[in-house]
């Protein structure tokens, strides 16, 4: 009960200092405040980023291994010249891959092209065109928002159906349902059997909104798809419980089979896993956090000396007080424990106008950039804790120096 | 009623700065991007057991018994959390149970008052 009417006293005081001294209270939290908004601030922008390559990353596909003639990741020893002359990945390769393999669950050819469709007298320009074969909604996750994805018989014969982004369905349609209804590619009449939802902007281009995906047996008709110009690849998918090591140690060796590759001979393809991009994303980010911390915590220890100040100058102004409260019977402990809350409670108020200042940051940032920034829960508590511990750090050498003080002396230096 | 004089020996002194570097050295993992991994509530605990250790170093400064208390329950709270989520460094062992054999020669000539 007396540590509460004490706590309360404590934090009344702290906003009395604030009000009385208005300006030099604020002065001496703009330290804090300014240190808490630079830390909280660079973790809330690194979070955000970080938070939307994720996301964009498991777009790729959960345990889909990419067959490519490139590879995605490379060391200062990069024999570009090598991977220039690799084969592609040809729909053939993906056919025995799915025949051959134990552990793969779907394996499907992809391509992409950039075209202009039409639709009556609107069009879109350089919208994507992704050719694929039978299995690609067993390989990537998606919503189907109107109509359905490709039967399998659809993909096989090479039907003229397409399914359409969400994007494209807004620039042709406005949002209605485009089912049934025929876009002109390649001169021909390509009926929309469906139409994806929404799926935002991906860091890596692969976003389906502006894709129109065909089969590939349709594509192949008019367009060579075994070319650089397709960037052609093989996503594979394992089976449930299969590891992706397994799967890419089977893959390599099918590879090298199909590609009649000889014993000790270097591969000619690359086995590219999304695993491979979150690990490098992932110290990329930790170099950028770390940065971040170095800038704050020198903000934050300006900000600490701020506080220790104005808690020195606030016990000499409160030295009489001090003197009286302690031949009235206050125990040490309890001048400590008044002062110590003084200092945390100016702190924390610092570290919450930050806090303030960050949020607001972000929320105008967030609508400016159509980039999405968040104040995650675990950065605010960041901020309080800090706040917290550098109100503790500073203030508590001017908060034991009142404690100490001898009531008589401290009662004489009256102000 | 008279007040007993404590003075600090210089091995203390050496032992507080060591400390205080240690801690000042130390503020930084509280918002490191790895503690901040191991849960949203580390920080705070690690900030916590932080700024308790200042605090005790700030007690042995001025020999305080307190200081010696609150330093060794420090020490058993982060091997405790250490060994929860974390490696425990045996360097650190072995430095803070030296450091608390030290401390028991002189804890009996220390002050007992806060």
């Given at each position: 009960?007396?540590?509460?009417?004490?706590?309360?006293e404590?934090?009344?005081?702290?906003?009395?200092?604030?009000?009385?001294?208005?300006?030099?209270t604020?002065?001496?939290?703009?330290?804090?405040t300014?240190?808490?908004?630079a830390?909280i601030?660079v973790?809330?922008?690194?979070?955000s980023m970080?938070?939307?390559v994720?996301?964009?990353?498991?777009?790729?596909?959960?345990?889909?291994?990419?067959?490519?003639?490139?590879?995605w990741t490379f060391?200062?020893?990069?024999p570009?010249?090598?991977?220039?002359?690799?084969?592609?990945?040809?729909?053939?390769?993906t056919k025995?891959?799915?025949?051959?393999?134990?552990?793969v669950?779907?394996?499907?050819?992809?391509?992409?092209?950039?075209?202009t469709?039409?639709?009556?007298?609107s069009?879109?320009?350089?919208a994507?065109i992704l050719s694929?074969?039978?299995?690609?909604e067993?390989?990537?996750?998606?919503?189907?928002?109107?109509?359905?994805?490709?039967?399998?018989?659809?993909?096989?014969?090479?039907?003229?159906?397409?399914?359409?982004?969400?994007?494209?369905?807004?620039?042709?349609?406005n949002?209605?349902d485009?089912?049934?209804?025929?876009l002109k590619?390649?001169?021909q009449?390509?009926?929309?059997?469906?139409?994806?939802?929404?799926e935002?902007?991906?860091?890596?281009?692969?976003?389906?909104?502006?894709?129109?995906?065909?089969?590939?047996?349709?594509?192949?008709?008019?367009?060579d798809?075994?070319t650089?110009?397709?960037?052609?690849?093989?996503?594979?998918?394992?089976?449930?419980?299969?590891?992706?090591?397994?799967?890419?140690?089977?893959?390599?060796?099918?590879?090298?089979?199909?590609?009649?590759?000889k014993?000790?001979?270097?591969?000619?393809?690359?086995?590219?896993?999304v695993?491979?991009?979150?690990?490098?994303?992932?110290?990329?980010?930790?170099?950028?956090?770390?940065?971040?911390?170095?800038i704050?915590?020198?903000s934050i220890?300006?900000?600490?000396?701020?506080?220790?100040?104005?808690?020195?100058?606030?016990?000499?102004?409160?030295?009489?007080?001090?003197?009286?409260?302690?031949?009235l019977?206050?125990?040490?402990?309890?001048?400590l424990?008044?002062?110590?809350?003084?200092s945390?409670?100016?702190?924390?108020i610092?570290?919450i106008?930050?806090?303030i200042m960050?949020?607001?940051g972000?929320?105008?940032?967030s609508?400016?950039?159509?980039?999405e920034?968040?104040l995650?829960?675990s950065?605010?508590?960041?901020?309080?804790?800090?706040?917290?511990?550098i109100?503790?750090?500073s203030?508590?050498i001017p908060?034991?120096s009142?404690?100490?003080?001898?009531p008589?002396?401290?009662?004489?230096?009256?102000? | 009623?008279?007040?007993?004089?404590?003075t600090r020996?210089?091995?203390i002194?050496?032992?507080c700065?060591?400390g205080f570097l240690?801690?000042?050295f130390?503020?930084?993992?509280?918002?490191?991007p790895?503690?901040?991994k191991?849960?949203d509530?580390?920080p705070?605990l690690?900030?916590a057991?932080?700024?308790?250790?200042?605090?005790?170093?700030?007690?042995?400064w001025?020999?305080?018994?307190w200081?010696?208390?609150?330093?060794?329950?420090?020490?058993?709270?982060?091997?405790?959390?250490?060994?929860?989520?974390t490696?425990i460094s045996?360097?650190?062992i072995?430095?803070?149970?030296?450091?608390?054999?030290f401390?028991?020669?002189?804890?009996r000539k220390m002050?007992s008052?806060?």
């Amino acid at each position: 009960m007396i540590f509460l009417t004490l706590l309360r006293e404590s934090v009344v005081f702290a906003l009395n200092a604030l009000r009385v001294n208005r300006l030099r209270t604020l002065l001496s939290l703009l330290g804090i405040t300014i240190g808490i908004f630079a830390i909280i601030a660079v973790f809330t922008a690194v979070d955000s980023m970080e938070r939307k390559v994720r996301a964009s990353l498991e777009s790729l596909g959960e345990n889909v291994i990419f067959v490519q003639k490139w590879p995605w990741t490379f060391g200062p020893d990069y024999p570009w010249w090598k991977y220039m002359n690799r084969p592609l990945p040809r729909i053939r390769e993906t056919k025995e891959i799915e025949e051959r393999s134990e552990s793969v669950d779907a394996a499907v050819f992809n391509g992409y092209i950039r075209k202009t469709i039409f639709y009556n007298s609107s069009f879109v320009e350089n919208a994507q065109i992704l050719s694929t074969t039978k299995g690609y909604e067993k390989v990537k996750d998606f919503d189907v928002q109107f109509g359905r994805f490709f039967i399998d018989e659809e993909v096989e014969t090479g039907k003229p159906v397409c399914i359409i982004g969400n994007g494209i369905g807004g620039a042709l349609f406005n949002g209605e349902d485009p089912t049934g209804r025929e876009l002109k590619l390649y001169g021909q009449r390509v009926t929309i059997i469906g139409q994806f939802a929404r799926e935002g902007e991906s860091m890596f281009g692969n976003s389906l909104d502006n894709m129109v995906v065909l089969p590939a047996d349709f594509t192949q008709k008019y367009v060579d798809l075994e070319t650089d110009q397709v960037t052609p690849m093989i996503m594979v998918k394992g089976k449930n419980g299969v590891t992706a090591e397994k799967l890419t140690d089977e893959l390599e060796g099918l590879m090298r089979s199909v590609r009649k590759l000889k014993p000790g001979s270097d591969d000619n393809f690359s086995l590219n896993e999304v695993s491979l991009l979150t690990s490098q994303t992932e110290s990329i980010f930790r170099v950028f956090g770390t940065a971040g911390w170095i800038i704050g915590a020198f903000s934050i220890l300006v900000g600490g000396f701020g506080i220790a100040n104005i808690m020195f100058v606030s016990v000499k102004e409160r030295t009489n007080q001090i003197g009286i409260q302690k031949a009235l019977g206050a125990r040490n402990w309890f001048i400590l424990i008044q002062f110590l809350v003084e200092s945390v409670v100016l702190c924390i108020i610092g570290g919450i106008i930050g806090l303030i200042m960050v949020y607001i940051g972000t929320t105008i940032a967030s609508s400016m950039l159509d980039f999405e920034f968040v104040l995650t829960s675990s950065n605010v508590i960041l901020g309080l804790t800090i706040s917290a511990m550098i109100g503790i750090i500073s203030g508590f050498i001017p908060s034991y120096s009142a404690s100490q003080l001898d009531p008589v002396e401290a009662i004489r230096s009256g102000i | 009623m008279g007040y007993t004089h404590y003075t600090r020996p210089k091995s203390i002194t050496v032992v507080c700065v060591l400390g205080f570097l240690l801690v000042i050295f130390g503020m930084p993992t509280v918002f490191s991007p790895d503690t901040r991994k191991l849960g949203d509530f580390f920080p705070a605990l690690y900030g916590a057991l932080i700024s308790l250790r200042f605090i005790a170093y700030i007690g042995l400064w001025h020999y305080k018994r307190w200081g010696v208390e609150m330093l060794l329950t420090t020490f058993v709270a982060q091997i405790s959390v250490d060994l929860i989520f974390t490696e425990i460094s045996p360097v650190s062992i072995v430095y803070h149970l030296g450091i608390f054999i030290f401390l028991f020669f002189h804890y009996r000539k220390m002050d007992s008052n806060l």
